[in-house]
């Protein structure tokens, strides 16, 4: 079948064993479009061991031009992208006009169906981690029959202003608590950010939030050790001791030049007197403004039934974030 508009499809090599010339292309794009993250990059897809996941990345291309990237592979005989990781979807070249996002949408739904897939499962990088604010590609996914297949609510702190930031991100309990904190000036208190080093101390309160949750994390200890070796500059610990006790964790990821993902939010049962929390956001805000960060993602605020996590709402809601959503588009082969 001949792909729309002369647009061709080719498969990725495996990141795990590919050349760095091989990745090129890949690379290149990353580094032009408005919406590439740590999500898509070859070095983070690489920490999932071989075998674990189908991996099929795709490259489309017009005369030679790479026109998108579509980080992603098989789950049965559906297309999904992202595969191992919370979002994927094609990344654009910048400024493409939108009848080449339907053609390269178009060229996607024609490899499909010749390859004998039967659907095609997209979650595109979300609006806020867009540079351009472009909402092109959900117009034209809806246009090229894809169907929204579910929303899920997400919370992110923005980090203008002066600091102290909390002051006007914080909502009055949490900003008061916080305050009673910072008065007191208890030496007992320490804040640390770094990496490697402090992964033992950060699974004291990651292993503990675990537990009481009766749920597994997204990653083991040794693949969190795996990602601080593999990426160390994009991959931190932010950690609040009490009297040299690891009491409240975040593990962050740098997405992008300006978003930084607290993935793991942790606390030890004793946070729960100590307001830790609060101290360690107060104190970590600032710190990563002054890296430049300019948004702070604190990830799903929803259950995979689609239901409001309210607790969890009200938490990240209480430190000035705000709601957006990270949706999924699916199409079927048979429509």
Known sequence: MNQPEGIGVRVLPQAHAAEAAALAPWRTLLAQSPAASLFHEPEFLAYHPEGRFQFRHLLLAKGGQPLALLPGGMAGTAFRSPLGASFGGPVLMPRLPTPDVM???????????????????????????????????????????????????????????????????????????????????????????????????????????????????????????????????????????????????LFLMRMSATIENAFYICATSEDAELNASLALFAWTLDRLADDGVALLDLGPSSLPDGSLNRGVCFFKESLGAVGYCRDRWTWSAAS
């Open 103 to 249: 053609a390269v949408l178009e060229a996607l739904q024609a490899h499909a169906r010749a390859e004998g897939w039967s659907s095609i499962e997209l979650t595109p990088p979300p609006l806020v981690y867009r540079r351009d604010a472009s909402d092109t590609l959900g117009f034209c996914l809806q246009a090229a029959g894809f169907v929204l297949a579910s929303r899920m609510l997400c919370h992110a702190i923005p980090l203008d202003g002066a600091a102290p930031r909390y002051e006007a991100l914080f909502r009055s309990r949490a900003r008061r608590n916080t305050n009673k904190l910072r008065a007191t000036n208890d030496a007992r208190f320490e804040t640390k950010l770094g990496g490697a080093e402090l992964l033992d101390a950060f699974l004291v309160a990651f292993n503990e939030t675990y537990a009481r949750h009766g749920v597994a994390p997204t990653h083991s200890a040794a693949e969190l050790a795996d990602l601080l070796r593999r990426l160390p500059d994009r991959f931190r610990i932010a950690l609040q001791f009490f009297e040299g006790r690891p009491v409240a964790g």
